[in-house]
């Protein structure tokens, strides 16, 4: 069954763009605040009145000495991994004493329930643990990583992907996932541009609420869902120069235009969590900063549920030079809205001797430790402290076959077709001689890529060679040579090029599997090279020189610069980290079985030097079209031309796809009105295929200058061969919405070009123009 995204643009979407102005900004003398969006405060199902639930926890905090309250704000991991710089002896002595209130990294049925036992039968009160974990593309069955699932531009697949990742943790004793990440990224060389849906604000809000969906379920008290977390709290994608961790340093302005949008769509989606971000915002660390987590979280957005930190940063502000020690530290967090410390500690050792000594009022702890507790009671673990950590669940969910079945569906629509020349795929019967090159060609280790959580890496994933094999008919020979490296200093050697390039002379088409170690992306992995690392360039260039025609298969969690490779390779096919069923996946597109049909959620640069790059860029008063080709005096490189590799939203298909001209139901729309833009979509190819139909939109004219384009829309349709389909899209003035110059948030007056396109770029297809009156 094809996965139809949403197509109607409705208000809500576009007052996820946030926005009051704070009470220090200054409203510009030309403009005025009307028009405004006003901001819809969530009320999540699992916020509905509980007086039960109300007068249960009243009673129990009133119970509760300060020493427990603070334990309730304590996460500590377990020592079963290690996802952070540091590690705490004694979390199980911690649980006996009631000094802890949850936990991560601990997983299985068999665990949990000893954990949980030691905290509801050894400590004084009894109090249920909450066991966490990084569930982010899975978690015994791998999906692709979040950036490869995001270019699906499939939402009911990654609700469904999200949904199978609750059902496996859950059945394994977890009641809450540290997913979804919705930063925004444009940067490639940062290495977690790989756990979020790219660099696109209406795309990623989307695919925000379509995880919250998937992970929450309808019911928190169901035990095959798990707690949702949007994450990192605020802007950690703007890290300067793509370096993790690094300073931020961005306008209010495009912090509530950009950054801001996928978490307020999280919060309407009733996201039940929040992580702060390790980076500061206006000069203030996230997890310090009073502004991000009450100012707006709590009072403009009206979230109700609780924020814990990332790992050690509350800590971490005194490097910072935020705080002088991290006694202070522990109390400007609390303070600024902080009610989860997540491994640092802090809490545990500081905070009461805090509240004693009169830095925090008692009142702070208390409405921490209700919401913290609130959740405890939603997912129903007061009732059944271990209803979660059933052995028999856990026996009949893990791996379970729909759910690999679900991850190869998956894995295959989120793989891109960046070049197909003279229809080198798919493979034709012709190819009775398949060689299979490269680092990852038969890496099981390498296919389910980072954070992918209790996934097992040795036995379970399906390899490129594995699925190529397997898929291959009688009489086809699929044969195997690593070739080259992916090592960085592997990078002038030579080792067993001899090999590949015989194997390659025999062959009748080689599929070169190349990209980065699983582990060059994610978090702490970022680089200042994009191009292909180790020695896999070198073989690449010798591959092509033997004659054979060579299918270059990426596998890599960021946009990598493959300049040279569209420029002499027939055929492109990007993988991503596709999972554990990955092999097959692959197999599926090469042969054809499946008709290529995903589509970029990030722009891929021609060099590094032109990162940070996204589509939704702004003019600059001398843009390069004014100037005759060649001038100087506009804004443009000296040796690269300034349009990118590939353009966020492109993606080949085995068949083609033809556009009409845009029709409009009105040329203007008034303040309450709506226009609807329509096009028809034909298959003008010999086969079936899905197409991602894209509505963008460029304001012409603002208070304050405006993007040269906008996604606001996109429908994912599948056409048989010569058949056609009318697509339409409607919108009204919220939709257009935006921090205006007096830092109001609201639409304008004007004039916009709208296009319906299968791509960015303003060439992609012609636009037509319509106005929004007064």
């Known amino acids: 069954m094809i996965k139809t995204a949403r197509i109607l643009l409705a208000g809500a979407a576009a007052m996820a763009l946030a926005g009051c102005a704070t009470a220090q900004a200054q409203p510009a003398a030309t403009t005025t605040s009307t028009n405004a969006v006003p901001i819809r405060q969530a009320e999540p199902e699992w916020a509905r009145l509980d007086p039960e639930m109300d007068a249960f926890l009243d009673e129990l905090i009133a119970k509760m000495t300060l020493q427990e309250k603070v334990g309730q704000l304590t996460l ?75 270019a699906s531009w499939d939402l009911e697949a990654i609700e469904k992907s999200a949904r199978v990742s609750a059902q496996e943790a859950s059945a394994e004793g977890i009641h809450w996932t ?103 915002y206006d000069g203030i660390p996230a997890s310090g900063s009073k502004f991000l987590l009450t100012d707006v979280l709590r009072h403009e957005w009206g979230f109700d549920g609780f924020v814990v930190t990332d790992y050690t940063s509350i800590n971490e502000m005194v490097p910072h030079g935020y705080s002088k020690d991290l006694v202070q530290a522990g109390e400007q967090a609390i303070d600024a809205g902080v009610d989860m410390d997540m491994q640092g500690a802090v809490y545990m050792e500081n905070l009461a001797k805090s509240v004693e000594e009169g830095r925090v009022d008692i009142e702070r702890i208390d409405e921490a430790v209700r919401r913290i507790l609130e959740m405890k009671y939603r997912l129903g673990l007061f009732e059944d402290p271990y209803r979660y950590s059933d052995q028999a669940r856990q026996d009949a969910t893990l791996y379970r076959p729909d759910f690999l079945e679900a991850a190869r569906d998956v894995a295959r629509k989120s793989m891109v077709l960046l070049k197909n020349e003279g229809d080198a795929l798919p493979l034709t019967a012709q190819a009775q001689s398949i060689a299979v090159i490269g680092p990852l060609g038969n890496s099981k280790t390498d296919m389910i890529g980072s954070w992918s959580a209790a996934g097992d890496r040795q036995t379970r994933p399906v390899t490129i060679l594995e699925g190529l094999q397997a898929r291959a008919g009688e009489g086809v020979t699929v044969e195997y040579a690593k070739g080259a490296s992916y090592a960085f200093e592997d990078e002038g050697e030579t080792d067993g090029f001899a090999e590949a390039i015989a194997l390659a002379e025999k062959a009748d088409v080689v599929i070169a599997a190349m990209g980065e170690r699983w582990d060059m992306t ?101 843009p390069i079209e004014l100037g005759a080709p060649g001038a100087k005096y506009v804004s443009r490189y000296l040796n690269t031309p300034n349009d990118p590799l590939y353009r966020f939203g492109y993606g080949l298909s085995y068949t083609t796809f033809g556009y009409s001209p845009v029709t409009l139901s009105a040329s203007s729309m008034g303040p309450e009105g709506s226009i609807t833009a329509s096009a028809t979509i034909t298959n003008t190819g010999d086969r079936a295929g899905e197409e991602v139909v894209q509505l963008y939109v460029r304001d012409l004219v603002g208070s304050v200058t405006r993007p040269v384009q906008e996604l606001k829309g996109f429908e994912k349709i599948m056409l048989q061969s010569g058949e056609a389909r009318a697509v339409s899209f409607t919108l009204r003035p919220e939709d257009l919405a935006f921090t205006r110059a007096d830092m109001s948030h609201g639409w304008e007056p004007g004039e916009f070009q709208l296009w319906i396109a299968p791509s960015s770029g303003a060439k992609a297809s012609t636009p037509v123009t319509f106005t929004i009156t007064e």
């Open 76 to 150: 500590l991991t377990s020592d079963w991994e290690s996802t952070g710089p540091t590690m705490r002896e004694g979390y199980k002595q911690d649980i006996a004493a009631g000094r802890v209130g949850a936990i991560f990294n601990a997983y299985t049925a068999k665990y949990t329930r000893e954990l949980q036992q030691m905290a509801v039968e050894g400590t004084r009160l009894g109090i249920p643990l909450l066991f966490g974990y990084d569930v982010i593309h899975g978690h015994r069955t791998i999906f692709p990583i979040s950036l490869g699932e995001a």
């Open 522 to 622: 994610g978090e702490a992995a970022s680089r200042t090279s994009l191009d292909l690392p180790g020695n896999q360039q070198a073989l690449l260039e010798k591959l092509v020189a033997t004659g054979k025609p060579v299918i270059l298969v990426v596998l890599s969690g960021r946009p990598n610069t493959i300049t040279w490779a569209n420029e002499n390779v027939p055929a492109i096919l990007h993988a991503w980290y596709p999972g554990t069923q990955g092999g097959h996946a692959v197999a599926d597109v090469l042969f054809g079985d499946y008709n290529p049909s995903g589509k970029l959620p990030v722009t891929f640069p021609r060099v590094v030097g032109q990162s940070p790059i996204h589509y939704d860029m702004k003019n600059t008063g001398r």
């Open 178 to 280: 540290f997913s979804p990440m919705v930063d925004i990224a444009r940067d490639a060389r940062w290495g977690r541009i790989s756990e979020g849906a790219g660099e696109d604000v209406f795309l990623g809000s989307e695919i925000a609420r379509a995880r919250v969906r998937g992970y929450q379920g309808e019911d928190l008290g169901a035990t095959d869902t798990v707690l949702a977390t949007a994450k990192h709290f605020a802007a950690y994608g703007a890290a300067q120069a793509g370096r993790d961790y690094h300073t931020v340093d961005i306008s209010e302005r495009t912090l509530r235009d950009i950054y801001l949008p996928p978490f307020k769509a999280a919060v309407d989606e009733g996201v039940a969590t929040f992580m702060t971000s390790f980076n500061e």
